[in-house]
């Protein structure tokens, strides 16, 4: 069969970077989809995305589609002349003699078998190609005069060609044929192109690189040699090389000098998130470092022209601007440390935090108050003694050594002054021109002001971490002030009924109990949480003066937090219903819950723990059986005196034992003897079944026995809730 090749290309005004990926992989998606629907399927299929079109080559379309023989079982022989009538029409026949009589073996019965021949894929494609743009979705979309298509810029001209001839779209004026152009400055004047070989010959000839990936990969290239050839390195940040690549068609990659008055340590100079920041989101310019990683004089940037002097005049221009940025930040740098942080507290009362929830100034008594709850729950574990503080950083206080935090009051001191003063950058001008460096200017401006380093470091972490990849605090001042953060709001905006639902997480609640989750399980931190959210949904309702959820704090957000603690661990390749049986009887202390999870799996991985979990399965199943069927519990105390068989009283005695060891190794934390405790309960679980008959004639013996049964049960259920382990 012969088959052609198709041209598409769409060509526009600049697609936004962030959309150009998603939307070629989409259009290749419809279009491959459709093709393989109208059985024209491609032998290959590429797209090509830059800033000003989205290009699809698809190599083996068939030229014709595939003849199709149909057939179609109609009416009974003899049946009446309407069925008959309705038979024919649906077929497409005007006779019944157009069709075979064969017997089903059930009677005979008329089929009628259609011949199809196939249409051509010239006729075919102007009407899927044309469907497949319409269906293209885009984050934000716009109409213009020329076409009734909406799109998320206004389209220039379409390529459409099948084996070199062109194909007509419906897209209103916009001009379809074998006419594109090149890039913007570097070409001039319209490009016809006979096929896609030529098309992309002409292309890269009107420097246009078609190619994405090749161009992502030339760009990175280019920064790395031309900060090798100084002597420095390119600070990493994969999402801006991947930024500026959507936003040049011939990436030209250029290196200019920052003024030395910028990069001079503070305070002579600017800090570095802030030269980094300036050049990053303003202008999408690449930091250099020196090789101890402190900012260099450099600068490097993508630009999207081949200049005649080699790029020196555009150098000199991004130079200009990048001082003028600059010296902006450094004014607001300057001015910001005239006044002190602690004297900006107050200016956060004129800061909504959210409508139901007052000021950012109420947010921060809220922390504040918070931290030092938190601050003397966990002081044993974050503070160090005199004799302590030269040790070496082992495992037993993991944060601790960290800041050389000593004593209760000490620890106490330091949070709530750092959770008073963690929101007052909020109202400098450094903040307010680059709102991502809130709490790290913070920093500089509380280390100016004389605020305990310790301090200062609490102000800049206390947003951490802010995603899986982000680095979790160890110090003890900032651990504490990041979990009174998250505490807060996850306990403040459920109290309003504003927790996250489906998709939906506008306040990134989500985000912030993964961070709860981060902190504790990092540090090793053993926390109440039932009653750590208890006291915050106290502090948020002695400001709010009540809540619309009727609910506890604790009722709503610790569930939330065991199912974030879920995501976490399944990331990381735990099992969930392990997860679950243990949340079931230990919801507080989550190092102690996964200590237990950890036991748990270890325990049901030995055949000791499979056959008991199976016979707790069927002592489980018995019990709920029979409850259900007698309308009522089997809960009551076992009356050992009513015994018949050995086997019974072997089994109650080592329940009894049992029972008496777990609450020892579990109040000691000893989850592995607890474990091997339970383990010597399969002898006598497994003799009990094989020899004891539950359900007897005798109602007070069936009755004794299903409560031995419903004992083995609630024994079990110390340790973990084992009704929620699969398998």
């Known amino acids: 069969m012969a088959r052609g090749e198709l041209l598409l290309e769409l060509l526009s005004e600049e697609l936004p970077a962030a959309m150009q990926r998603r939307a070629i992989e989409d259009l290749v998606g419809l279009i491959g989809d459709k093709l393989n629907a109208a059985e024209l399927g491609a032998h290959e299929l590429r797209g090509y995305v830059t800033p000003r079109r989205l290009a699809i080559i698809a190599d083996g379309i068939p030229e014709r ?184 068609e011939w990436p030209v990659v250029l290196m200019g000098k920052i003024a030395d008055e910028f990069v001079r340590p503070v305070p002579d100079g600017l800090p570095p998130e802030v030269l980094a920041t300036a050049m990053r989101t303003h202008q999408k310019y690449f930091t250099c470092l020196k090789a101890d990683g402190t900012p260099a004089p450099r600068f490097l940037f993508v630009a999207n022209n081949r200049a005649p002097d080699g790029g020196k005049t555009i150098v000199a221009g991004n130079e200009r601007v990048l001082r003028a940025r600059l010296s902006d930040a450094r004014f607001f740098f300057d001015q910001d440390r005239n006044l002190r942080l602690d004297d900006r507290v107050a200016a956060l009362k004129e800061r909504i935090y959210y409508d139901s929830l007052g000021t950012m100034l109420d947010k921060t008594e809220r922390i504040e108050k918070l931290a030092g709850v938190l601050a003397k729950q966990l002081a044993p574990q974050l503070t160090v003694t005199p004799a302590e503080a030269g040790v070496q950083r082992g495992d037993a206080k993991p944060a601790a050594l960290d800041s050389r935090v000593r004593g209760n009051d000490e620890l106490v001191e330091l949070a709530q002054r750092a959770a008073r003063l963690a929101k007052a950058d909020l109202s400098t001008g450094m903040v307010g021109e680059f709102p991502e460096l809130q709490g790290v200017m913070g920093r500089y401006y509380a280390l100016h002001d ?61 985000r912030a109990a993964l961070g709860v989750i981060r902190l504790i399980v990092s540090n090793r931190l053993r926390l109440s949480l039932g009653q750590t959210l208890s006291y915050a949904d106290i502090t948020v309702l002695q400001q709010t003066g009540g809540r619309s959820v009727q609910r506890s704090i604790r009722e709503a957000v610790l569930p939330f937090i065991a199912e974030r603690l879920n995501v976490h661990l399944h990331e ?142 609630n024994v079990m259920n110390q340790v973990a809730d084992f009704s929620q382990i699969e398998g």
Request: charged share 30%; proline share 6%.
């Open 65 to 248: 589609q595939p003849e199709r023989r149909e057939e179609r079982r109609g009416p009974r022989l003899g049946a009446p002349q309407p069925a008959l009538d309705g038979f024919l029409r649906s077929a497409g026949l005007t006779s019944i003699d157009q069709c075979e009589v064969r017997d089903t073996g059930r009677g005979e019965f008329y089929f009628a078998v259609v011949e199809r021949p196939g249409r051509a894929a010239a006729e075919i494609l102007p009407d899927l190609l044309g469907a497949a743009i319409t269906q293209l979705s885009w984050p934000k979309s716009m109409r213009f005069p020329a076409s009734p298509l909406r799109w998320v810029r206004p389209l220039s001209s379409v390529i459409c060609l099948f084996g070199g001839d062109i194909l007509p779209l419906a897209l209103g004026d916009i001009p379809v044929g074998r006419t594109t152009r090149g890039h913007r400055f570097l070409s001039q004047g319209d490009i016809t192109v006979r096929n896609a070989a030529d098309y992309l010959d002409k292309l890269e000839r009107a420097h246009v690189m078609l190619d994405h990936d090749r161009r992502h990969d030339l760009i990175m290239a280019e920064l790395d040699r031309l900060a090798a050839a100084e002597g420095l390195s390119v600070k990493p940040d994969i999402d801006l090389i991947n930024q500026v690549t959507g936003l040049v």
């Open 450 to 510: 004389g605020e305990d380093p310790r301090v200062a470091a609490a102000i800049a972490e206390h947003y951490k971490p802010l995603g899986p990849n982000d680095t979790c605090p160890t110090a003890p001042v900032s651990i504490i002030l990041a979990l009174a953060d998250k505490i807060d709001a996850l306990a403040a905006f459920f109290s309003i009924g504003e927790a996250p639902t489906g998709s939906r997480d506008p306040f990134a609640l989500r």
């Open 572 to 713: 990381e390749g735990a099992r969930h219903d392990l997860l679950a049986a243990v949340f079931a009887v230990d919801k507080d202390d989550l190092v102690r819950l996964l200590a237990r999870v950890d036991a748990l799996s270890r325990f049901l991985a030995t055949d000791d723990g499979a056959n008991l979990l199976v016979a707790y399965r069927r002592a489980a199943n018995i019990v709920a059986i029979e409850e259900r069927r007698d309308s009522r519990k089997y809960d009551d105390l076992v009356d050992p005196s009513g015994f018949k068989l050995p086997e019974e009283t072997a089994l109650y005695q080592r329940l009894g034992g049992i029972a008496v060891a777990l609450k020892a190794f579990l109040e000691s934390e000893n989850f592995e003897g607890a474990m091997n405790r339970l383990a010597t309960l399969r002898r006598p679980v497994d003799e009990f079944f094989e020899k004891v008959t539950v359900n007897t004639d005798d109602r007070r013996l069936r009755e004794n026995r299903l409560q031995l049964l419903s004992r083995i049960r």
